[in-house]
């Protein structure tokens, strides 16, 4: 299998972590991919043009990261990052929407503060800014339901945390979650975290 990614996706970096956390990195090749370079949706094989996208040893393409993900947990067996079945695979699907939604938000705001000033949506701005500050308010309400949980929608949630990080500091989310930021310092500690941690720019 081939999985085309970027160091800063943040979709691309919970593909990475579950291939880390399920020891399927001699199954899967990296290659760096630009979404955004002339000719990329027939490279990386996304008519979408978006990353990451997963291509499988019959020469298919899966995407997007929800799609791949729970394509790499099935085939990796064991113990299952997304559960088969049960209201406890609805809770975990449910809080990788809720991570996703964060990113998405998050790039929206990145992409609208690159624009000159003039032509900036206030609007879309303050509504992404409220959708991430009541998103991450329900992960600190989850976390601290049972902090010691670790599945896909956990993953999702660190890797939008570590995002609006890297991206929006200036939203500040740890400051009033002080127990969410320890939960996340000390799972941002685990290997498949340090190993797929965005570069400093």
Not at 92 to 109: E, H, K, P, S
């Amino acid at each position: 299998m081939k999985l085309h990614y970027s160091l800063t996706s943040p979709y691309a970096r919970k593909v990475r972590v579950v291939i880390i956390e399920h020891d399927m990195e001699d199954e899967v090749e990296m290659v760096k991919a630009n979404s955004m370079a002339e000719g990329a949706a027939e490279i990386i094989h996304n008519p979408l043009s978006k990353i990451p996208s997963l291509i499988l040893k019959d020469g298919s393409a899966l995407y997007d990261s929800p799609v791949i993900c729970e394509y790499l947990d099935h085939e990796a067996g064991g113990k299952r990052l997304l559960p088969k079945e049960g209201s406890r695979r609805w809770s975990v699907l449910r809080a990788q929407a809720l991570g996703d939604g964060i990113l998405d938000a998050a790039i929206g705001m990145v992409i609208e503060g690159g624009r000159p000033e003039g032509q900036r949506s206030g609007m879309w701005q303050e509504r992404w800014t409220g959708a991430i500050h009541r998103s991450v308010d329900q992960i600190a309400e989850e976390v601290a339901e049972d902090p010691k949980a670790f599945d896909l929608g956990l993953i999702t949630y660190v890797c939008a945390l570590g995002y609006l990080d890297f991206r929006l500091p200036d939203l500040d989310w740890r400051a009033p979650h002080p127990d969410l930021a320890e939960w996340y310092e000390e799972l941002s500690a685990r290997e498949s975290f340090a190993r797929t941690r965005p570069p400093e720019e």
